[in-house]
Nanobody
Framework: QVQLVESGGGLVQAGGSLRLSCAAS????????MGWFRQTPGKERDIVAA????????YYSDSVKGRFTISRDNAKNTVYLQMNSLKPEDTAVYYC?????????????????WGQGTQVTVSS
């Protein structure tokens, strides 16, 4: 069993920044790829960013590339998503997910454990 707990969401004005954190327990975190996804009402959950087990490989969706940074601290069993230059279209519930292996994936089916989600709202 893996538990993922997200934090750091909230309300921010356009152009502002937020940092999401995801604390993991129950699996060897350091040998698991991690991902951040987001979802808005009525739409599918989409990948935002992913990171390999060492942090040496990362992936970003085109919509956040250059503005968001994913990172991890294996000593703290925590993965982060630094979000800068936020836009109203970034408003969503953000989910942290643990992958099934060390290598990152853009596919939702690769991830088998999910956090409860944290709301990010960007006002214009």
């Amino acid at each position: 069993q893996v538990q993922l707990v997200e934090s750091g969401g909230g309300l921010v004005q356009a152009g502002g920044s937020l940092r999401l954190s995801c604390a993991a327990s129950g699996r060897t975190f350091s040998s698991t790829a991690m991902g951040w996804f987001r979802q808005t009402p009525g739409k599918e959950r989409d990948i935002v960013a992913a990171i390999s087990w060492t942090g040496g490989s990362t992936y970003y969706s085109d919509s956040v590339k250059g503005r968001f940074t994913i990172s991890r601290d294996n000593a703290k069993n925590t993965v982060y998503l630094q979000m800068n230059s936020l836009k109203p279209e970034d408003t969503a519930v953000y989910y942290c997910a643990a992958g099934k292996s060390k290598l990152l994936s853009r596919s939702e089916t690769f991830y088998d454990y999910w956090g409860q989600g944290t709301q990010v709202t960007v006002s214009s």
